[in-house]
């Protein structure tokens, strides 16, 4: 219980602290994401309280599903008419554009550092995308007005480039914890499969929702129409 109790104070208090750190970062005007790493730094376990925390699964499931939470609601808060004015400049920047600047990271990783090919593109995979939240901070930090198409592409893409770099990150990952041999070819070859694979599944799963939704909502306004005490709530 003392446990128990001793893990719940040291969550509120984190919880406290990352509530006071977005205060000061919109202060300072410095990225939230950079405040937060900050944080965790403080609280490792090479940091100030010394977490110890060994559990790299556990670690990529929560961080799944707040990526999965994350994208599901930035995508439900999108209006349609950002996606007609900005769908395909964010599209080209979430897939081709975090290619590119994946591929050119690991190229001067290389020229710089001499490191395999393979840990120069998961490097540069984990540094290819971008966090909309941190840009539009920095904008409103500096009182910069942006306009419509630009911050339409910047909130689309935000939420589309994370999956590029979550498959670019996991394939070099996998390449290197098998030991097989790098190949352009064979990695080029995994990303486009799981791109394809994906967008086929969220489609799906997209349309399926949607129809789940208006089902739910047709019988629930049926439900509430066929009841006579409360006829002013029903829809003419």
Known sequence: MADLNGIMLLMGSLLLVSILAAVVSSRLGAPLLLVFLVVGM?????????????????????????LVIIIFDGGMRTKRERFRVALWPAISLATLGVALTSSLTALGIVW???????????????????????????????????KQRVASTLEIESGTNDPMAVILTMTMTTLIASGQSFSFSVVGLEVAQQLIVGFACGWIGGRLFVQMARKITAQFTFFRCSRPPVPWLCSH
């Open 42 to 66: 403080l609280a490792g376990e090479e940091g100030l309280l010394g977490i110890e925390f060994d559990q790299p699964e556990l670690a990529f499931l929560i961080g799944s599903l707040a």
């Open 112 to 146: 710089l550092f001499d490191l395999p090919w393979a840990t120069a593109l998961l490097i540069g995979a984990i540094l290819s995308s971008t966090d909309a939240a941190a840009v539009f901070g920095i904008f409103q930090s500096q009182n910069l007005k942006i």
